[in-house]
């Protein structure tokens, strides 16, 4: 079993930046793609970006250039420095762990409980 737990979430201008945090625990040993998701009400549990335990990162385009993505693995931390926060950004954010290979392909099956990130007009 892997456990994981976000923290950082909060309220912020926007403008204002962020950073949230995800510590895996139990047999993550084998994890190899750690990722961000968010979630909108009434929307679907979309990407953020993902990153190998290489370093090698994926983002979606409406973060480009805003989010950044790393990863501690001696800690299995992994981290999501939000910048340049938009309303739009406001969702429930997710951290998810894959045993799989691909930077890119469908989100593994650990999840974390969720970190509520609101950014006011």
């Known amino acids: 079993q892997v456990q994981l737990v976000e923290s950082g979430g909060g309220l912020v201008q926007a403008g204002g930046s962020l950073r949230l945090s995800c510590a895996a625990s139990?047999?993550?040993?084998?994890?190899?793609?750690m990722g961000w998701y968010r979630q909108a009400p009434g929307k679907q549990r979309d990407l953020v970006a993902t990153?190998?335990?290489?370093?090698?990162?994926n983002y979606a385009d409406s973060v480009k250039g805003r989010f950044s993505i790393s990863r501690d693995n001696a800690k299995n931390t992994v981290y999501l420095h939000m910048n340049s926060l938009k309303p739009e950004d406001t969702a429930v954010y997710y951290c998810?762990?894959?045993?799989?290979?691909?930077?890119?392909?469908?989100?593994?099956?650990?999840w974390g409980q969720g970190t509520q990130v609101t950014v006011s007009s």
């Open positions: 998810n762990a894959n045993r799989g290979q691909l930077l890119i392909g469908p989100p593994g099956d650990y």
């Open positions: 139990g047999n993550s040993f084998s994890i190899h793609v």
């Open positions: 990153i190998t335990s290489g370093g090698s990162t």
